[in-house]
T-cell receptor, first 114, second 110 residues
């Protein structure tokens, strides 16, 4: 049973470039979450979807960040334009029934903006 | 003050020791989660509990709802248990987002 798959695992890019992070949730999981982890702030929820619909995007830091879930098996988190302070590890997680079942996390994307 | 507090922040132990990590929270919750993150690695959900106690192998998690406190115990610790352990809570609404503690870094030496 494949887990949550994120790509790329590592991304290094220059300030001002567009960055796209990808996530494939576990099949059958109706909830998908995007998190950011930094040394200073720990883990923070950016946005989560239920059945492909964004439910809570209050954690998205600013308009430079956007997330989409065009179908049940794919989601993207985009940063445009990127800034050095966006450097962090970004995790995607999914859950079959959030509130009743735990979340399953991907291995994360380590993003470095130079 | 953070809504979820963990102690200690750092913990070192010798192999075989019994380990306890504590988590206190100040909000109403529907569930509490214990997560494990190895260095440079992904995050694994260890427990999700809303009352009582759960056990999985050498790991035991307890929660006291009245005192708003949870503990994670590791019996017969092993170097492979070295990781960051994160406590998180789901708010009173079942589909509320997770609120994370800052984590406890555990190192177990042989």
């Amino acid at each position: 049973d494949a887990g949550v798959i994120q790509s790329p695992r590592h991304e290094v890019t220059e300030m001002g470039q567009e960055v796209t992070l990808r996530c494939k949730p576990i099949s059958g999981h109706d909830y998908l979450f995007w998190y950011r982890q930094t040394m200073m702030r720990g883990l923070e929820l950016l946005i989560y979807f239920n059945n492909n619909v964004p439910i809570d995007d209050s954690g998205m830091p600013e308009d430079r960040f956007s997330a989409k879930m065009p179908n049940a098996s794919f989601s993207t988190l985009k940063i445009q334009p990127s800034e050095p302070r966006d450097s962090a590890v970004y995790f995607c997680a999914s859950s079959p029934l959030w509130g009743r079942q735990p979340q399953h996390f991907g291995d994360g994307t380590r993003l470095s903006i130079l | 003050k953070n809504e979820v507090e963990q102690s200690p922040q750092n913990l070192t132990a010798q192999e075989g020791e019994f380990i306890t990590i504590n988590c206190s929270y100040s909000v109403g919750i529907s569930a509490l989660h214990w997560l494990q993150q190895h260095p440079g690695g992904g995050i694994v959900s260890l427990f999700m509990l809303s009352s009582g106690k759960k056990k999985h192998g050498r790991l035991i998690a307890t929660i006291n709802i009245q005192e708003k406190h949870s503990s994670l115990h590791i019996t017969a610790s092993h170097p492979r248990d070295s990781a960051v352990y994160i406590c998180a809570v789901t708010g009173a609404g079942y589909t509320d987002k997770l609120i994370f503690g800052t984590g406890t870094r555990l190192q177990v030496f042989p």
